[in-house]
């Protein structure tokens, strides 16, 4: 759990930065699905914090309850999905980065003749200076 932490704090840069972007995208997104949904569920959508509750409970339950009624509803909602996805990808990747070691990188292969291709010996050895 430590290690899981100390990762989480050491790409805190980058998990701010999508959270960031995340939340730029999702304002005007639920903004758009409450202005599509209003009409048609005033009830669901009487203000942005419910349209907001509306997308969580939907993406949370895998689509339990009604879908939006609108064209635009359905692709606003469909973008904060998949801007809530992006954002769970850049927190699991960063994790993934700090918590599981690169394999080991290969030693570089020998220099080759350009010529022929051919191994090309190895450089005469330095001769230290007294």
Not at 44 to 72: I, K, N, Q, Y
Not at 106 to 114: D, G, K, T, V, Y
Request: glycine share 10%; hydrophobic share 50%.
């Amino acid at each position: 759990m430590h290690r899981a932490l100390q990762a989480l704090h050491d790409a805190r840069g980058l998990l701010l930065g999508a959270g960031l972007v995340t939340v730029a995208v999702t304002v005007p997104l639920l903004g758009a699905l409450h202005a599509a949904e209003r009409a048609a569920r005033p009830d669901e959508f009487s203000s942005l914090p419910a349209a907001a509750a509306f997308a969580w409970r939907f993406v949370t339950t895998l689509g339990g309850g009604a879908p939006p009624s609108t064209t635009l509803g359905t692709l606003a909602l469909g973008a904060l999905v998949l801007s809530w996805a992006a954002f769970g990808a850049v927190v699991l990747g960063a994790l993934r980065a700090a918590l599981v070691p690169s394999p080991p990188r290969c030693a570089p292969s020998p220099p080759r003749c350009p010529r022929c291709g051919a191994a090309a010996p190895p450089p005469p050895p330095t001769q230290e200076q007294p």
